[in-house]
């Protein structure tokens, strides 16, 4: 059920405003340097990016896509001020940070939603040093995707907190779906692509579909990435220099290691430290298991950066804070799980109404297929209709013929099948991105698109759209995603989870293969705390780090030990902005110490 729409807000059928004409042009997000207790405006707008040879009408933040990033100094303060000038009601999340729940940004839960022209102001603190983002919490698979994001850095108390690196580069990594040179139609009344997600198929870094960057010979450089996807799976990586892990979600990681790629899932943020040893052209790139993008091309200097700091980066360090975590998890990763979380899709049966689908395909295999419904055994997903009767006929009067299924009037006899159509559930080349990517990057040799989820050459991770069709016409409606608590049994917002500031709960995150499309989920958990992953899929994380956002994918267990500190109404959920908008989520309650429940 569609709840009943508020003044101000689209009208179903009708569509979001798409003309760019008169609006001023996105430009690039300033750097804010905020002291403790300073206060700004944070202005809500449409504004005109420029996207190739074509125009189109996007959201900023303050006029730029991506939105300021905000540098704040640990355990300070600030006044955000947010002025709502966009297409719809909104709020503002501060992804990551543990802060006052009256400030999380959830509609009708921890605020009233910001009507068109009206304002709200936040006050927001930073206890935790590292890299955090800003985005909408309503109808985000159209705001977030229209350009609604920004970076957070908090610099830590602690000088030394980081190893030591010239420079900071921070990067959002994102997707946009143009057809026509336009932005892919939304619909104000529901979301779609509620099955995959909706890709893109022009990669936006920092905003840009074709971002250069420039650096020195032996300059250490430290990239800071936060993926603002709605679906995508990045893998970064940044073939000709060396690459160093420092930082995830919540800080710095247990130990820096030498690394040579990174994946990131929708939110994650992972900070690296790259070493250009010498000049030359390199190119940050997204791979996937088939194809490489570029995501920045990289042009290196022979100019020498001073002073060089090539030796501190040969150094690997050590957090003593997560190695004293790492001292208690033997008996974690022995403890019963105290919550366990079961991921899982019902999927309708995409067909027109009154006519019974007679074949079933596997949209990801289109050579399985089926006359029952059933599912895939490569994949484990739903078999959907792929072909629907147009004809029925008496086989004792073929003269009596229907477009209905139904009885011979003649004879009383089922009428059988005679013609059929087929529907658009056959796979199809995905929608990739091929924006500025050079020929030679397209090794689409075998898009053998795992040819067993979680086990084959995917890693249990989707990496691009591979039906379609489908997939655009998959609604909340035909398509709910569960978050189902094996415990009680209930699902999503009925799911009732209670824990106390200063509780630690091992959560299990269990993504069944016994489900209509298995997929991976990014699971976030808002300001409550923070949490260290434990385990995936028995093993233990071998190296720790606070995070608000596990990527779990296809058919995996990933538990994960939660450290309760803020009380309020809290959310957690999947982060692809579809899966959420059709119901992958719940709130639960943290009390605080000392109070009754
Ligand atoms: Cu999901």
Same mark, same amino acid.
């Given at each position: 059920?569609?709840?009943?729409?508020?003044?101000?807000?689209?009208?179903?059928?009708e569509?979001?405003?798409?003309?760019?004409?008169?609006?001023?042009?996105? !430009?690039?997000?300033?750097?804010?340097? %905020?002291?403790?207790?300073?206060?700004?405006?944070?202005?809500?707008?449409?504004?005109?990016?420029?996207?190739?040879?074509?125009?189109?009408?996007?959201?900023?933040?303050?006029?730029?896509?991506?939105?300021?990033?905000?540098?704040?100094?640990?355990?300070?303060?600030? $006044?955000?001020?947010?002025?709502?000038?966009?297409?719809?009601?909104?709020?503002?999340? +501060?992804?990551?940070?543990?802060?006052?729940?009256?400030?999380?940004?959830?509609?009708?839960?921890?605020?009233?939603?910001?009507p068109?022209?009206? @304002?709200?102001?936040?006050?927001?603190?930073?206890?935790?040093?590292?890299?955090?983002?800003?985005?909408?919490?309503?109808?985000?698979?159209?705001?977030?995707?229209?350009? %609604?994001?920004?970076?957070?850095? $908090?610099?830590?108390?602690?000088?030394?907190?980081?190893?030591?690196?010239?420079?900071? $580069?921070?990067?959002?990594?994102?997707? *946009? *779906?143009?057809?026509?040179?336009?932005?892919?139609?939304?619909?104000?009344?529901?979301?779609?692509?509620? #099955?995959m997600?909706?890709?893109?198929?022009?990669?936006?870094?920092?905003?840009?579909?074709?971002?250069?960057?420039?650096?020195?010979?032996?300059?250490?450089?430290?990239? +800071?990435?936060?993926?603002?996807?709605?679906?995508?799976?990045f893998?970064?990586?940044?073939?000709?220099?060396?690459?160093?892990?420092?930082?995830?979600?919540?800080?710095?990681?247990?130990?820096?290691?030498f690394?040579?790629?990174?994946?990131l899932?929708p939110?994650?943020?992972?900070?690296?430290?790259?070493?250009? =040893?010498?000049?030359?052209?390199?190119?940050?790139q997204?791979?996937?298991?088939?194809?490489?993008?570029?995501?920045?091309?990289?042009?290196? !200097?022979?100019?020498?950066?001073?002073?060089? %700091?090539?030796?501190?980066?040969?150094?690997?360090?050590?957090?003593?804070?997560?190695? #004293?975590?790492?001292?208690?998890?033997?008996?974690?990763?022995?403890?019963?799980?105290?919550?366990t979380?079961?991921?899982?899709?019902?999927?309708?049966?995409?067909?027109?109404?009154?006519?019974?689908?007679?074949?079933?395909a596997?949209?990801?295999?289109?050579?399985v297929?089926?006359?029952?419904?059933?599912?895939?055994?490569? &994949?484990?997903?739903?078999l959907?209709a792929?072909?629907?009767?147009?004809?029925?006929?008496?086989?004792?009067?073929?003269e009596?013929?229907?477009d209905?299924?139904?009885?011979?009037? @003649?004879?009383?006899?089922?009428?059988?099948?005679?013609?059929?159509?087929?529907?658009?559930?056959?796979?199809?080349?995905?929608?990739?991105?091929?924006?500025?990517?050079?020929?030679?990057?397209h090794?689409?040799?075998?898009?053998?698109?795992?040819?067993?989820?979680?086990?084959?050459?995917?890693?249990?991770?989707?990496?691009?759209?591979?039906?379609?069709?489908?997939?655009? %016409?998959?609604?909340?409606?035909?398509?709910?995603?569960?978050?189902?608590?094996?415990?009680?049994?209930?699902?999503?917002?009925?799911?009732? +989870?209670?824990?106390?500031?200063? =509780?630690? $709960?091992?959560?299990?995150?269990?993504?069944?293969?016994?489900?209509?499309?298995?997929?991976?989920?990014?699971?976030?958990?808002?300001?409550?705390?923070?949490?260290l992953?434990?385990?995936?899929?028995?093993v233990?994380?071998?190296?720790?780090? +606070?995070?608000?956002?596990?990527?779990?994918?296809?058919?995996?267990?990933?538990?994960?030990?939660?450290?309760v500190?803020?009380?309020?109404?809290?959310?957690?959920? &999947?982060?692809? #902005? @579809?899966?959420?908008?059709?119901?992958?989520?719940f709130?639960?309650?943290?009390?605080?110490?000392?109070?009754?429940?």
């Amino acid at each position: 059920m569609q709840p009943p729409i508020p003044p101000g807000q689209p009208v179903p059928g009708e569509s979001f405003p798409t003309d760019p004409t008169g609006l001023p042009e996105a !430009t690039r997000p300033a750097l804010l340097e %905020l002291a403790d207790g300073e206060a700004f405006d944070l202005r809500i707008g449409a504004v005109a990016k420029r996207m190739g040879d074509t125009t189109v009408r996007m959201l900023g933040y303050n006029g730029s896509i991506p939105g300021p990033t905000l540098k704040v100094q640990q355990d300070s303060e600030v $006044v955000v001020h947010v002025i709502n000038e966009g297409d719809l009601e909104g709020t503002v999340h +501060w992804h990551g940070l543990r802060l006052d729940n009256k400030y999380d940004g959830v509609p009708h839960e921890t605020q009233t939603p910001i009507p068109v022209g009206g @304002e709200f102001t936040y006050r927001i603190r930073f206890p935790d040093p590292g890299l955090y983002w800003y985005h909408p919490h309503i109808r985000e698979d159209y705001t977030q995707e229209m350009g %609604l994001y920004g970076n957070i850095l $908090v610099v830590p108390s602690d000088p030394d907190y980081w190893p030591p690196a010239q420079r900071d $580069v921070l990067l959002t990594l994102d997707d *946009l *779906l143009l057809e026509d040179g336009k932005i892919a139609p939304f619909s104000p009344a529901e979301t779609t692509y509620t #099955a995959m997600g909706r890709f893109g198929n022009v990669l936006l870094v920092a905003g840009e579909p074709d971002l250069s960057l420039a650096a020195k010979s032996g300059e250490v450089v430290r990239l +800071w990435l936060t993926n603002t996807a709605n679906t995508r799976v990045f893998n970064v990586q940044l073939p000709g220099a060396r690459m160093k892990l420092v930082g995830g979600d919540s800080g710095r990681v247990e130990h820096t290691e030498f690394v040579s790629e990174v994946i990131l899932a929708p939110s994650e943020r992972t900070v690296v430290d790259v070493l250009f =040893d010498r000049p030359g052209e390199l190119e940050l790139q997204h791979r996937t298991p088939d194809r490489a993008y570029r995501l920045a091309a990289v042009t290196v !200097t022979g100019e020498k950066a001073a002073p060089s %700091l090539a030796d501190q980066f040969q150094t690997l360090r050590r957090a003593p804070e997560l190695a #004293a975590e790492r001292q208690a998890l033997d008996a974690w990763l022995e403890a019963p799980p105290d919550k366990t979380l079961a991921l899982i899709a019902e999927m309708d049966d995409i067909t027109a109404p009154g006519q019974g689908p007679v074949v079933y395909a596997c949209p990801m295999h289109p050579e399985v297929s089926s006359e029952e419904p059933g599912r895939c055994p490569k &994949c484990g997903m739903k078999l959907l209709a792929t072909a629907v009767a147009t004809s029925y006929t008496c086989p004792m009067h073929p003269e009596v013929t229907s477009d209905q299924p139904g009885r011979c009037p @003649e004879c009383g006899m089922k009428l059988l099948v005679t013609a059929l159509a087929s529907q658009p559930a056959g796979r199809e080349a995905p929608a990739a991105p091929d924006a500025h990517s050079g020929h030679d990057h397209h090794r689409e040799a075998h898009h053998h698109h795992g040819e067993d989820h979680g086990h084959g050459d995917s890693g249990g991770i989707e990496w691009e759209d591979d039906m379609v069709a489908v997939n655009r %016409l998959t609604t909340p409606a035909n398509m709910r995603w569960m978050l189902v608590d094996r415990t009680t049994g209930a699902a999503n917002a009925a799911i009732d +989870w209670h824990f106390t500031e200063g =509780d630690r $709960v091992k959560i299990r995150l269990v993504n069944e293969m016994d489900s209509d499309h298995p997929m991976h989920h990014p699971f976030h958990l808002h300001g409550a705390g923070r949490f260290l992953v434990l385990a995936r899929d028995g093993v233990a994380e071998p190296n720790l780090v +606070w995070k608000d956002t596990v990527l779990v994918r296809t058919g995996q267990t990933v538990d994960i030990l939660f450290d309760v500190t803020n009380p309020g109404l809290w959310m957690a959920h &999947c982060h692809i #902005a @579809e899966h959420m908008q059709s119901g992958m989520m719940f709130s639960f309650n943290v009390a605080r110490q000392g109070a009754a429940r």
